[in-house]
């Protein structure tokens, strides 16, 4: 996901590879299901060397989402439910079921 208004558009997970995002907030990917598996597809995708000093970890998924709604960062990885929530956020990409674990079907950037 990105802030609504962002001119970015993030169709892909290599499209985070992108110079232009120069960052991207995921919940803790060491403690927290919603990072650990972002971080999981990301590797699975390939990005994730290429990314990862980008990385903002926080707290939890609301927390991402909180960063990006504000703008201080380029992108996120959310959950869709709880980027559903928000008018401040556009859905730009949602990872298709085969490519993550069953508990990131639902999450979104």
């Known amino acids: 996901?990105?802030?609504?208004?962002?001119p970015?558009?993030?169709?892909?997970?290599?499209?985070?590879?992108?110079?232009?995002?120069?960052?991207?907030?995921?919940?803790?990917?060491k403690g927290v299901p919603a990072g650990v598996y972002a971080k999981e597809y990301l590797e699975k995708a390939g990005v994730w060397e290429a990314v990862k000093d980008r990385v903002v970890?926080?707290?939890n998924?609301?927390?991402?989402?909180?960063?990006?709604?504000s703008g201080d960062v380029d992108a996120g990885i959310v959950y869709k439910t709880d980027a559903a929530i928000s008018s401040s956020v556009r859905i730009d990409y949602e990872v298709p079921a085969k490519d993550g674990p069953i508990s990131l079907i639902r999450a979104q950037w």
Do not use: F, Y
């Open 61 to 69: 998924v609301r927390a991402a989402l909180a960063v990006v709604e």
């Open 57 to 59: 970890p926080t707290e």
């Open 1 to 6: 996901m990105v802030g609504a208004k962002s």
């Open 8 to 29: 970015l558009k993030v169709d892909s997970a290599q499209a985070l590879k992108d110079p232009s995002i120069k960052r991207i907030a995921l919940a803790d990917t």
